[in-house]
């Protein structure tokens, strides 16, 4: 829920992770590509990168409205370093089902 909070909130907490975006003119950060496919189900799946050295949240999502059957790309910037990428499923039911093809 905290995750959610930071990201959709036009005024966020002050414990709130920075956006990526933010690095996009910095010439060390990375640039990443993140497309979305939603299933029928697109208001189950949120993600998140989290910093591998210490576990904290750099960037969490989704920060639009999932469309059912929708596609969405955005773009991060990242500072080198390793990172974790973790899609999160609250209806436990994965991302493909019979109503759609979430990838």
């Not at 969405?72 to 990428?85: A, I, M, N, Q, R």
Request: hydrophobic residues 30%.
């Amino acid at each position: 829920i905290q995750q959610q909070i930071c990201a959709l909130s036009q005024t966020p907490p002050a414990d709130c992770p920075t956006t990526t975006t933010s690095l996009e003119n910095n010439p060390q950060a990375v640039k990443l590509s993140l497309i979305f496919i939603h299933d029928f189900w697109s208001d189950q799946t949120t993600y998140s990168v989290r910093s591998k050295s210490d576990g904290s949240v750099v960037f969490a999502g989704p920060t639009y409205v999932p469309v059912r059957n929708g596609r969405w790309k955005t773009t991060l910037y990242l500072l080198p370093g390793e990172y974790t990428f973790e899609v999160y499923d609250s209806g436990n039911n994965g991302m493909k089902s019979d109503q759609g093809d979430g990838r």
